[in-house]
């Protein structure tokens, strides 16, 4: 039910926050009184993408309760104690708020209300609470789109991005609000602080997404209120401390016993960058991400910590082990519960090679866990990576006892959305390390020019390893480029301001491409059609294949790699049955033959649904490579359908 809150007066209120500044210089050598139970058994259950819940949006009231009937009561009878409910995923809301829109997510409108006055979160609450479990609100604080620019075109009115476009910033084709704007984080603070006054909930639980990578378009913001910062990273991190540091002062000011905590990636630092780092040669969050979050356990802004430790034990540059000892090192004397966040979406892979077949990588870090005094428990990654793989469920019913004779729960319908998680592990960075193509994700992986995409234009050398860096993962299928990282470039002719330097560089160090005996790699040179191939099929085990084009002789170089992409169906000839291999490649064709490569068949109605107008001028619905320049630009999930796919809206 609706929380009926101890109001406070204005003069109480008005020193909390004047205090709030001088938290951060309280005493630290008592540990923190922390409101974090000590054995945590959670599972986060995403809203995104309807990737938990609801399985599709819909404001049938019966619906949305029965399917929350059914996960609270698979959670509890795996032994789990607590449910992390993603009620604030894109800047809206799973709840009425006087702050952010309804999420479409919910219902499939804008700002569209469940039927009969329905209140999702206060149901969850309930039923959540009469099951005897924990029901933490689990909230995105600046993300605005996951769709790019459709999605913000879609946004309700209401939306504090319609509202204030002037707190928006575009970053990698997404949305998000400008965390370095007073009033942002304000208002962040003040959508947690409606949850709080309103719901009884357990916990408020940020996720790890704040500053969305490095090359945030933020210098208007910085030069505005940077003060004394002579490093914009030092001063977003100050943006991002001070949101962390308010929201635990202003949570716990309304309701003593709420348990605020975040749930960053797994990597705070390498001891490579800082002395105080991890043994690990992972994605750096205090640098890609700006969040210090070790600093927010020394402070004691928080009543727990739950570190995404996405990687298996004896990973060679990420550590499972390494992480958690480095972690619980961290939090010991603060008193901040440590908590670990659990792979378990990469639990049941089928190849017997994989350190993660079945379910032993899992059993393994429990143990691990149970071992460690500081471990105060663990979260799962995600419901329904649970629910759909029975040897995992029986293994927590078993692991976490109290259920150990429950019957099997009932598996509830779910869409078929690629099994991908929300917040993928990042790869780090190792050129031992054999490059793939990722396959499994819809990603854009080539860019226009502004309001063109020039198709008829040659792909230049710098293009194609743009493209090739954005789509190479490892064989965990982890993104292997990082964007803002420095990677080291030795060819003469690429200078190190230009855009395509750090796409050369990661190029270089995995032997995806190389240059010429002159030591020069010729980034605006054209790349020629049977090259474009050659370099795909690096990625690839090459076996058959029969020439088919006139003009490519068997002797010839990329006679094999273009016989096995055309069998594979990369690639078509001319219509006078030529390939033409030293032409150069167009942009159009070049994603015709990435795409093909790649498996990616564009869904054509649900691109005419999507993209009612063309994102690109020179590019209309007439032209022979309309939608396969859509498919490779617009980042988008897809459902598989046998041998073909369609995107989902």
Not at 269 to 275: C, R, T, V
Request: include cysteine; glycine fraction near 8%; proline fraction near 6%.
């Amino acid at each position: 039910m609706r929380r009926l809150c101890k109001r406070f007066g204005a003069g109480l209120l008005l020193c909390i926050l004047l205090l709030t500044g001088a938290c951060g210089a309280a005493d630290q050598t008592q540990p923190r009184a922390s409101t974090a139970r000590d054995d945590m058994r959670a599972v986060w259950v995403s809203t995104v993408y309807n990737l938990d819940y609801p399985n599709q949006p819909t404001s049938d009231a019966q619906a949305l309760q029965s399917q929350a009937d059914t996960i609270l009561q698979n959670c509890k009878d795996m032994g789990m104690n607590a449910v992390i409910l993603q009620v604030r995923p894109c800047s809206d809301a799973f709840y009425p708020s006087d702050l952010f829109p309804w999420s479409s997510y919910l219902t499939g409108g804008r700002d569209t209300a469940p039927s009969g006055g329905f209140d999702p979160l206060e149901y969850w609450v309930e039923k959540a609470h009469a099951l005897g479990l924990e029901l933490h609100a689990w909230i995105n604080p600046f993300r605005v789109t996951r769709d790019g620019q459709q999605e913000y075109d879609r946004l309700s009115a209401s939306s504090p991005a319609k509202e204030h476009p002037e707190w928006v910033v575009e970053d990698g084709g997404n949305y998000y609000l400008d965390p370095g704007l007073p009033q942002v984080r304000e208002l962040v603070i003040q959508g947690a602080e409606e949850i709080v006054r309103n719901y009884d909930v357990d916990g408020i639980h940020l996720d790890d997404y704040f500053y969305p990578s490095t090359t945030f378009d933020d210098g208007d913001t910085f030069a505005q209120y940077g003060g004394d910062f002579s490093d914009i990273g030092d001063w977003r991190r100050d943006n991002v401390n001070q949101l962390i540091q308010q929201m635990d002062t202003r949570l716990h000011a309304l309701d003593t016993s709420i348990s605020f905590g975040v749930s960053p990636a797994g990597v705070w630092a390498n001891k490579s960058s800082l002395a105080e780092g991890s043994d690990t040669r992972g994605n750096e969050t205090y640098f890609s991400h700006y969040a210090d979050t070790r600093k927010w356990v020394k402070e004691q802004w928080l009543d727990y910590i739950c570190p995404q430790i996405y990687w298996y034990i004896g990973h060679p540059a990420a550590d499972y082990e390494t992480l958690v000892n480095w972690w619980a090192d961290v939090v010991q004397g603060t008193g901040v519960r440590l908590y670990i966040g659990m792979a378990d979406y990469q639990a049941g892979n089928e190849d017997p090679s994989s350190p993660w077949y079945g379910t032993a990588a899992i059993e393994q870090q429990l143990a691990l866990n149970r071992s460690t005094p500081e471990v105060a428990g663990e979260m799962h990654f995600r419901y329904r990576f649970l629910a759909e793989n029975q040897a995992l469920a029986d293994l927590y019913r078993q692991q976490y006892g109290q259920n150990g004779g429950a019957e099997t729960p009932e598996t509830p319908e779910q869409p078929e959305t690629p099994e991908q998680p929300e917040t993928p592990s990042e790869e780090p960075e190792d050129p031992t390390v054999e490059p793939q193509l990722n396959r499994e994700e819809h990603l854009a992986y080539i860019e226009g020019d502004g309001l063109y995409f020039r198709p008829g234009d040659p792909l230049t050398r710098a293009e194609a390893v743009a493209m090739l860096a954005r789509l190479s993962v490892d064989s965990q299928g982890n993104d292997l480029f990082q964007s803002g990282q420095d990677y080291a470039c030795t060819f003469a002719d690429v200078d190190p301001d230009k855009w395509y330097a750090p796409y050369v560089g990661f190029a270089q160090q995995y032997n995806i491409v190389g240059g010429y005996e002159d030591g020069t790699f010729r980034p605006e040179q054209g790349v020629t059609r049977a090259e474009l191939v050659r370099i795909l099929a690096n990625y690839c085990d090459i076996s058959g294949g029969s020439l088919q084009f006139p003009d490519v002789p068997e002797g010839y170089w990329a006679a094999e790699a273009i016989a096995y992409a055309a069998d594979q169906g990369w690639i078509g000839g001319y219509e006078d049955g030529t390939f033409r291999p030293a032409q150069a490649v167009t942009r159009a064709e070049a994603v015709r033959i990435l795409n093909g490569a790649l498996g990616r068949q564009p869904d054509e109605e649900a691109i005419d649904q999507v993209a009612s107008v063309s994102p690109f001028a020179d590019v209309s619905l007439g032209h022979w490579a309309y939608y396969e320049i859509l498919e490779a630009s617009q980042s988008h999930d897809f459902i598989q359908e046998g041998q073909g796919e369609r995107w989902t809206l």
